[in-house]
């Protein structure tokens, strides 16, 4: 049964750091790669960060670029997103994705990230 299970949220003051983890199960965790997204109340979920099946691509959104870090242990079979120098508007639900070309996605149950003074 494959298992996406994110932690690490929670409730920070602006300019804080949180560091999320996915870790995953039922799947062979290095044939796909990785996502971080993240949904604000009343918006679309959008994609936050991506690091490919191995680890030597990453791609962020514009808007975290230079804050926030994803990293992968394929032995833990676990990803992770280093948040730094975090804003209100950071806040959001995070969802961690699987993704391998011609195979369905699979999705975490997600993890709430308040960024308020």
């Known amino acids: 049964q494959v298992q996406l299970v994110e932690s690490g949220g929670g409730l920070v003051q602006p300019g804080g750091s949180l560091r999320l983890s996915c870790a995953a199960s039922g799947f062979t965790f290095t044939n796909y790669a990785m996502s971080w997204y993240r949904q604000a109340p009343g918006k679309e979920r959008e994609l936050v960060a991506q690091?490919?099946?191995?680890?030597?691509?990453?791609n962020y959104a514009d808007s975290v670029k230079g804050r926030f870090t994803i990293s992968r242990d394929n032995g833990k079979n676990t990803v992770y997103l280093q948040m730094n120098s975090l804003k209100v508007e950071d806040t959001g639900v995070y969802y961690c994705?699987?993704?391998?070309?011609?195979?369905?996605?699979?999705w975490g149950q997600g993890t709430q990230v308040t960024v308020s003074s």
């Open positions: 690091i490919s099946s191995i680890g030597g691509s990453t």
């Open positions: 994705k699987a993704s391998r070309p011609l195979r369905n996605d699979y």
